[in-house]
Each structure stands twice: as C-alpha cells, then as structure tokens.
C-alpha cells in the first residue's frame, strides 16, 4: 500500500472513530492521538524520506489536506456536542411559568406572644423601657428583695422550684423590679419599666395552673407618683387589651411588695357588665395584681423611700388570652397543637 492510501485509509477510520464519539471530554483525547507527535500522520510523513522526491509534493499536499479535513470534523463534533450539552441542560432547567404556584404557609407568633406583643407596644407608647430578667434566679431577687424575707409566710403563696438553697426557679417577674430599680440613674428620670417572661411553680398542672406560665411586671418609680396614676395606667392597659368600653375596680389586697396592694378587676366584656358565666355573674373579672411600691423594696434597691415612690403591677398573659378568646384550659397553651394554634391568626 503506497503512502496516499494509507493515508485515506486512516482518513476513513478517523473520521468513522470523530463521528462516532459522543462524549466532549474524549474529542481532545482523539486530536492529540490522531494529530500528535506520535500520531499515524505523523508517522506517515516520517516514512516521506523514501517516497521518490518527485512524488513528495503529491504526498505530502494530500497529507496536509487529510489533517486539515481532520482537524475540521473535529472541531465541528465538538461545536455539535456543546450544542447538544446545552440543549440538554436547557431542558433540565426548564421552568413551566404557567403552573400555578405552591402556596407557602405563614406561621404566626404564638397567641401567647401576640398578647406580650400587644402588651409591650402599649406601654413602649408611653414612654417604659422593656427589661429582660434571669428566668434562673436568685432566692435573694425571687423573694428577699421583694419584702419577702426567709420564712415569711407569704412565701407559701408560691410553690418554689428550688436549684440550690439560693438559686430557684423564679416565680413571679417581681425580681425583675429589684434588678432595675439597684442599677436606675434617678439623675437621668424616672423609672418606668415593664419586664415579660416566663415564671415557675411547683404546681400540678391542671385546667387554671401551669408549672410554666408568662407574667409582665409593670413598675413606675419618680416622685409624686399617686395610687391615680396607676389607676389611670391599668384603664388604659384594660382597654386596649379587653375594649374601649372596659372599666376597671380596685379591691383592697396584699402583696408583700406593695402597700397598700390591690386586685384588679375588669367590667366583664361578655356581658358589659350585666352578669354571666364569664364573669360568675359579678360583673367583674379579676385580671391582675398591684400596689404601690413597698418603702422597704425602695430602700433595700438603694432608693431613698422619702423622696422617691411609685407603682408595680403584675399580670398574667396566659390568663388574659384565657379570658380574651374563652380558652378554658391552660394547658392548651402549652401543648403546641397547631389547629389550636392557628385559631389565632393575627389577621383575625
Ligand atoms: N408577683 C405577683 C405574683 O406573682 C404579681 C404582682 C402583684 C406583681 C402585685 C406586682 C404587684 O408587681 O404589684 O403573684
């Protein structure tokens, strides 16, 4: 076989062997094989030295065009297989903009938490800072600074969870006001302050207890603050939480951190007051506690009880929603099932 049939020999096989690949990564792999150093037309010109030097030209004309024939189909597969590669991935990715969408559920705060919420927008309007206390506390915040010294019998009023002898379980956000009033700059204003969060007793849970509940702990300290001012306050607090029509009534009570204390009673937003199951046909709904300030709570933070007073209140988030939305059981809170949580969108 003389060299030009070997060399269309070979120009047949390579290009059955470029037609046939089908994969990108292998088309550089057949160039330098066909057209490398060590490839056949490589070695085919080699072998040009016994040609008859006046058939080289011939030969080696041919030769030039056999590689440049190569070097197209080469380059035109592989121009072929991108194409194809990308219509692949095109088709991978392709998007049916005309399917309808996949609607996304919105989850919403805890009914517990858009009470807080409510809560806490209310009094940030009239000028109170919003404090955060250790839910791990202290005997000596929890209780001693309260007025509430060891072995007082109003310790009996809260089941304690005790950590060591010192460190507990809070159980009310009242500590919240001693922190506060030790580190308050009296140069700088008043103290005006309300502290949300979660409270602990041993109770056994039932239908009205909780082991875990939430409190929010209100206190207002300056000078010339009246038992007016606190009433005026809780009205307002009673009105945005239960609607404008509410009225509210203070009832004579006791808590070691207040005196004199009270109970707060709101005009039963059932019945506006005429009497029914919600409101055991008083009238009146209990909703929370308050006082003026202790002096001995004042002087135990630090402040000085003859110039300086105020107010403190405490209630029961749980306890409002439980009223709000008719909730008879508190443990519903605390069971996290969602279609009794979803009752409370706050769209509604
Ligand atoms: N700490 C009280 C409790 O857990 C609630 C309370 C009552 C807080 C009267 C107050 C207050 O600040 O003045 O039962």
Redesign the pocket.
């Known amino acids: 076989m003389d060299l030009k049939e070997r060399l269309s020999e070979l120009k047949k096989d390579a290009l059955a062997e470029i037609t046939n690949v089908d994969d990108l990564k292998k088309i550089n792999d057949i160039r330098v094989k066909l057209l490398g150093k060590k490839g056949p037309i490589t070695e085919v010109l080699r072998g040009m030295r016994d040609v008859p030097a006046d058939q080289r030209p011939r030969i080696g004309s041919f030769a030039n065009t056999v590689r440049d024939e190569l070097t197209r189909a080469l380059a035109a597969r592989k121009e072929k297989l991108e194409i194809i590669k990308t219509a692949k991935k095109l088709e991978k990715e392709k998007i049916d903009v005309t399917l309808p969408g996949v609607a996304v559920k919105v989850g919403q705060p805890h009914i517990i938490e858009q009470v807080i919420a409510q809560i806490e927008k209310l009094f940030l309007g009239m000028g109170y800072q919003i404090v955060d206390g250790p839910e791990i506390e202290e005997d000596h915040y929890n209780f001693e600074m309260?007025n509430l010294p060891k072995d007082h019998p109003a310790r009996d009023?809260?089941d304690t969870f005790y950590i060591t002898d010192q460190i507990l379980m809070r159980?009310?956000?009242?500590p919240v006001?001693a922190r506060t009033m030790e580190k308050h700059d009296f140069t700088k204003g008043p103290l005006k302050m309300i502290s949300p969060g979660k409270?602990y007793r041993r109770d056994t849970d039932d239908a009205t207890h909780s082991h875990q509940f939430h409190?929010v702990?209100?206190?207002v300290i300056d000078k010339h603050v009246t038992m007016a001012d606190l009433k005026g306050t809780l009205q307002t607090l009673a009105r945005t939480i239960f609607g404008e029509k509410r009225e509210i009534r203070l009832r004579p009570s006791y808590?070691p951190?207040?005196e004199p204390?009270v109970e707060v009673d709101v005009s039963c937003f059932k019945c506006d007051g005429q009497g029914c199951a919600v409101c055991k046909q008083t009238g009146w709904i209990e909703v929370?506690?308050?006082?003026m300030?202790h002096p001995n709570v004042l002087k135990m933070a630090g402040i000085d009880a003859d110039v300086y007073g105020g107010?403190?209140?405490?209630?029961g988030p749980d306890r409002f929603a439980m009223l709000k939305y008719g909730v008879d059981d508190i443990r519903e809170f605390y069971l996290n099932d969602v279609r009794f949580l979803q009752q409370f969108s706050q769209k509604g």
């Open positions: 309260m009023m809260q159980t009310q956000t009242s006001q409270v409190q702990e209100g206190l808590f951190f207040t204390s929370l506690g308050a006082g300030v107010f403190a209140f405490g209630l």
